[in-house]
């Protein structure tokens, strides 16, 4: 039997394809196991891909999320599955980037959220993203995102 706290999840235990696109796609969430607490959350999406919205040649980068929450947290699997949508999704680096920040901040409203977006070359020229709402918590250990800046064959 279901919980009733999560019978607004839609797409965890069912037969979910991925999304046409990310405007289609749905966050969801849960109540804080730990309201009240403050701890840190991280997703870690090392194989993240999107198109070049000019070219429409794949894109690939490592997605890395952290974030504090309030009263909700993310669904994994409905964030995988926005996360997939990109995969036949033009859009440019930064858009990409900012945009799953943001949709994630209106989902959950965590009390503080940090993207950073390690994008393979393009052209030569990696590019690296990276988005935050405001200032560092105190008291609340975040690691290093432990992704090193791209060096080639260096």
């Known amino acids: 039997m279901v919980d009733n706290q ?13 999304p046409e696109s990310p ?16 701890y840190l959350i991280r ?7 999107s198109l070049c919205p000019v ?13 504090v929450p309030d009263k909700s947290i ?5 964030l ?7 995969r036949n999704h033009p859009g440019f680096h930064e858009t990409c980037t900012i945009d799953i920040a943001k949709r994630t901040v209106e989902a959950a409203t965590p009390k503080w959220l940090r993207i950073g ?7 030569g020229i990696p590019i690296d993203v990276f988005y935050q709402t405001g200032e560092t ?4 250990w975040i690691p290093d995102q432990g992704v090193q800046p791209y060096r080639g064959r260096g």
């Open 55 to 67: 070219t429409g040649q794949p894109d690939f980068a490592h997605l890395v999320i952290d974030y």
């Open 23 to 38: 405007d289609a796609a749905r966050l969801e969430t849960v109540a804080n196991p730990h309201a009240g607490t403050d």
């Open 43 to 49: 997703f870690t999406c090392p194989e993240f891909t």
């Open 117 to 123: 977006g390690y994008w393979y070359p393009r052209g």
């Open 80 to 86: 995988k599955l926005l996360l997939a949508s990109y």
């Open 137 to 140: 918590p105190e008291g609340i």
């Open 74 to 78: 993310i669904e994994s699997k409905s």
């Open 6 to 18: 999560y019978e607004n999840l839609k797409q965890l235990g069912a037969d979910g394809g991925i």
